[in-house]
Nanobody, 130 residues
Framework: QLHLAESGGGLVQAGQSLRLSCGGS????????ISWFRQAPGKEREGVAC????????YYGQSQTGRFTISRDDAKDTVYLAIERLEPEDTGVYYC???????????????????????WGQGTQVTVSS
């Protein structure tokens, strides 16, 4: 059974950068689609970025503005989400999720849907002050 754990959140000032980490235990992340979601206060959880660990294909949610980058470190079996030029609107809980389904490149848009995922971490809080 795969267990996910996020880390790296905290209180930051607007304009700063942050890198969140998603590590797994119980199974390697390399056989999953790994994605980051965020949930702002009072809003639904939305998909931010996805990574097909088999093909290295990525997909970013439509609300993203080029400030988010998903990446991997296979030696550490970790997936990262780097966020640049943080804005107060980025405040929320960031979750990583894993799906055993590896999407083809022309189907990656489905990776931002919550129902696609079998495994979720507990989330890490990011608070951006203005």
């Amino acid at each position: 059974q795969l267990h996910l754990a996020e880390s790296g959140g905290g209180l930051v000032q607007a304009g700063q950068s942050l890198r969140l980490s998603c590590g797994g235990s119980g199974n390697s992340l390399k056989v999953y689609t790994i994605s980051w979601f965020r949930q702002a206060p009072g809003k639904e959880r939305e998909g931010v970025a996805c990574l097909n660990m088999d093909t290295d294909g990525t997909y970013y949610g439509q609300s993203q503005t080029g400030r988010f980058t998903i990446s991997r470190d296979d030696a550490k079996d970790t997936v990262y989400l780097a966020i640049e030029r943080l804005e107060p609107e980025d405040t929320g809980v960031y979750y990583c999720a894993a799906s055993a389904t590896l999407l083809s490149p022309n189907a990656m848009q489905y990776c931002v849907h919550r129902n696609f995922y079998d495994h979720w971490g507990q989330g890490t809080q990011v608070t951006v002050s203005s």
